[in-house]
């Protein structure tokens, strides 16, 4: 298991532990929605029932380092929870959470879960891959697998339980008809409570919203990678992309929130290319009535050399324009609706 360095939380909580997982694309379980934050895996879907997963030995420790305080499978570096102070005080824990409290041994089926279900993406962005993914006929098989473990897993029997989805970190949606097939399988008559959280670049939303009208009720939040506030900024980081597309697809999306009561996100992923960009970006984002806009650091996910990330990662302390960048991020930290994972 992984660990970080012992923390002092006596007194904060954080809920994702006892009430989320994501399921990766090989099946692997973590008890987080970002494996960045929390990186321990602690079972697979393909080996084991998620029942026999949560009861696990890892399940346990990692809900009892939350339980004590000292969060030391958490990476503070990065969590968005820590960063933005988003922890929960002791008064402030759901009763179905604080009953588990007492026991590490104890837990309950989550109610939120990320899948992330396919790397399909209709853009190349460098910070995650060298080139457009289309999944093979291979991995479409086996992802379906997947998708039907979690089906068996939290969607075989109807319940009225708060059940949230949240799709997708590692592709895009609206690429994908893996991803559609499998939110379509859900029956939301069956599930009167479930809620649909869609991670995307936003740029197909416009032309296929329709794939999913017949649950677009169930879409609580959608969360809208930008990445920038120029044209020539977001081309080049968005490679694939079109700055006038993103606009009517943000206005397409301002449309969906106030039509559907929808939360709507943006996303701008900080580094060397945009940081001057950040205050300009909050200010677009509420052109378009954004509820929250979120700042994150940017990760090396393999498509960097360590030589190239240190020049794209503008937070390195060490980094010749880290002192802008960090003036940069201060500008918007007090402003309504902003959030920040690894700033």
């Not at 960045?36 to 079972?43: D, E, K, Q, R, S």
């Not at 209709?122 to 479409?140: Q, V």
Request: proline share 4%.
């Amino acid at each position: 298991m992984i660990k970080f360095p012992i923390k002092p939380f006596q007194g904060k909580v954080c809920l994702s532990p006892f009430v989320m997982i994501e399921v990766a694309l090989d099946g692997s379980v973590r008890m987080c929605g970002c494996s960045g934050w929390l990186p321990t895996v602690v079972g697979n879907l393909k080996e084991n029932t998620l029942i026999s997963i949560l009861a696990s030995t890892e399940a346990q420790e990692i809900r009892q380092s939350i339980i004590d305080g000292t969060f030391q499978y958490c990476n503070e570096k990065l969590c968005g929870v820590i960063t933005s102070n988003l922890l929960n005080e002791l008064d402030t824990v759901p009763p179905n959470v604080k009953k588990l409290m007492n026991d590490a041994r104890q837990f309950e089926m989550p109610h939120h879960i990320s899948f992330q279900g396919d790397r399909t993406c209709n853009l190349s962005c460098p910070s995650c891959r060298t080139g457009i993914i289309k999944t093979s006929d291979e991995e479409i098989e086996h992802q379906t697998q997947i998708g039907k473990l979690i089906s068996a897993n939290l969607f075989s029997a109807p319940n009225d339980q708060r059940i949230i989805l949240e799709v997708s970190g590692t592709g895009e949606l609206f690429a994908s008809d893996l991803l559609m097939s499998f939110v379509n399988s859900i029956d939301k008559a069956k599930f009167p409570n479930f809620k649909l959280h869609i991670g995307t670049n936003g740029l197909l939303c416009p032309d296929r919203w329709n794939r999913i009208s017949n649950i677009e009720s169930c879409v609580e939040k959608v969360t809208v990678s930008i990445d920038a506030s120029q044209p020539q900024t977001y081309e080049r980081i968005r490679r694939g992309g079109r700055w006038g597309d993103i606009l009517t697809a943000m206005k397409f999306l301002q449309h969906k929130k106030h039509l559907l009561g929808i939360k709507l996100h943006t996303r701008m992923i900080v580094q060397q290319q945009n940081y001057k960009e950040i205050k300009e970006f909050y200010d677009l984002c509420q052109t378009f009535d954004v509820d929250v806009v979120e700042y994150s650091r940017v990760t090396n996910w393999g498509t960097w050399s360590k030589f190239d990330f240190k020049t794209h990662d503008v937070f390195q302390q060490d980094h010749l324009e880290f002192s802008q960048a960090r003036a940069a991020i201060d500008s918007v930290k007090n402003l309504p609706g902003v959030w920040f994972a690894g700033l």
